[in-house]
């Protein structure tokens, strides 16, 4: 036994969860035995609580077994190879879906009470249940918050079995779990007090979060999601596909150079720029390359080519209504931090900074005594071989510069709270250098 009840549980769970603190998180229980866990770890963190809600699909002769679950807005995550071994029928499995969808809906009514579910867009969402088990339940759980525009997901529960996060794939960019022991045979063995949560504990709960004080519903309202668009730009002979995201009142557009092949919808520079977007600070996440061109590995280490992407896409940019009169700053990934600082070195570039995390300076060769952009080198500790290239680079720029070591972070960032401290270095060092352009008259 590890907890006395859900509410120890949380307490437990939220003392691993500190470096959230700072990051306007938003806190999702699973209804309903998370929901006392989540009210916790919210009240800690002081963050908005709401509900996800799930339901597990029981097999019919043993409903405490998950064969899957269903969620909000049409999620569905099916475990085949439970359904295989209870020998469920599609009959069955149809007929306890439809009971559940039932049931998840008269919930829905009865916890928010006609209140719109909290904006999830551009944030990180922490999702949180009593225990994971099968983790049918916990998966669908992220993919609802997926759908429903999160930047970052991560998944915190006090207990699962040892090979927990194995059975959750790629739905979570991050897990954090307490305790997961060999001997795993079902949650409520490690609590003291496992009784059934009722609905008037969850809408308890919801209000309870709702009550706290007005400086945390304030926080929610002051991050309102900004306006965005899908784009097309043209550069050369083809077209890249871009999110343009800037907040009223910018005071400059942060173009994001995805290396290694990686694309507009990295996960890691989708929060970063989610956390530029709440600064006040617009973004374009846009692919350096055609899907086509993707293929050939070649290209993601053909440095020029990437910097004539963005250089053209700069361009573009600065003909756009919403970037008329701001600042441009470039943050570079990997391979994408070359093109940054290659693209930054031309004659007129005109960059107000440069930011390159976990990047490759290096591949800009002798170009890097021409950027004349304020440059910060955002590197993990544990990054050994990037770290040395770094360091190489940076004797290289002449212009103002500098090397931040996030300790304990390796390459990716994937640590708990690195990229956080990714976020809030890169934050300070494009609002520090970045001075909104006056407009003139005629």
């Known amino acids: 036994m590890f907890f006395l009840d859900r509410r120890d549980a949380g307490r437990q769970l939220a003392a691993r969860l500190g470096h959230l603190k700072e990051s306007e998180v938003v806190v999702l229980g699973l209804p309903r035995g998370g929901v006392p866990v989540a009210a916790e770890v919210a009240g800690a963190l002081g963050a908005p609580l709401d509900v996800c809600l799930v339901r597990k699909l029981g097999v019919p002769s043993q409903p405490e077994l998950g064969m899957g679950a269903i969620g909000e807005g049409g999620v569905r995550v099916i475990n085949d190879d439970v359904v295989r071994m209870a020998r469920v029928t599609p009959e069955e499995l149809a007929e306890v879906e439809a009971r559940e969808r039932e049931v998840m809906d008269t919930r829905a009514r009865r916890y928010r009470a006609g209140r719109e579910p909290v904006g999830l867009r551009g944030r990180t969402v922490l999702v949180v249940d009593d225990g994971m088990a099968t983790g049918s339940t916990a998966r669908a759980a992220c993919r609802i ?7 970052r997901i991560v998944l915190a529960v006090p207990v699962a079995p040892a090979d927990w996060t194995a059975r959750l794939g790629e739905d979570a960019d991050d897990m954090v779990c307490p305790y997961t022991p060999r001997d795993f045979f079902a949650i409520g063995e490690f609590y003291a007090d496992f009784s059934q949560t009722g609905d008037d504990e969850v809408v308890a709960c919801l209000e309870e979060a709702l009550a706290r004080p007005e400086s945390t519903r304030r926080t929610e309202r002051r991050h309102a999601v900004p306006a965005d668009r899908e784009v097309s730009v043209r550069a050369g002979a083809v077209v890249l596909r871009g999110r343009l995201t800037v907040p009223e009142g910018a005071a400059g557009v942060v173009l994001f150079a995805h290396g290694s092949g990686s694309s507009r919808h990295s996960t890691r520079n989708r929060f970063v720029a989610a956390g530029l977007n709440r600064a006040g600070l617009g973004t374009l996440l846009f692919d350096l390359l055609t899907e086509a061109e993707e293929t050939d590995r070649a290209n993601v280490f053909d440095t020029g080519l990437l910097a004539r992407r963005l250089a053209d896409t700069t361009d573009w940019l600065r003909g756009q209504p919403e970037a008329e009169g701001l600042e441009v700053g470039y943050f570079g990934a990997s391979t994408g931090a070359a ?14 900074a440069v930011v390159s995390r976990g990047g490759r300076p290096d591949l800009a060769g002798p170009r890097l005594p021409a950027v004349s952009a304020p440059t910060l080198l955002i ?7 990037v770290l040395g290239l770094n360091r190489d680079a940076q004797a290289r720029l002449r ?10 972070a390796t390459h990716l960032f994937e640590e708990p709270g690195a990229l956080e401290q990714v ?3 890169a934050r300070h060092w494009f609002t520090g250098h970045m001075v909104p352009v006056p407009h003139t008259t005629t």
Do not use: F, S
């Open 145 to 151: 918050a997926r759908a429903r525009g999160a930047a």
């Open 399 to 408: 212009c103002e510069n500098r090397l931040t070591v996030v300790p304990g």
């Open 423 to 425: 976020t809030e270095l």
């Open 339 to 352: 093109a940054a600082l290659w693209a930054a070195a031309e004659p007129g570039a005109r960059i107000a």
């Open 379 to 385: 590197v993990g500790g544990h990054d050994q071989l």
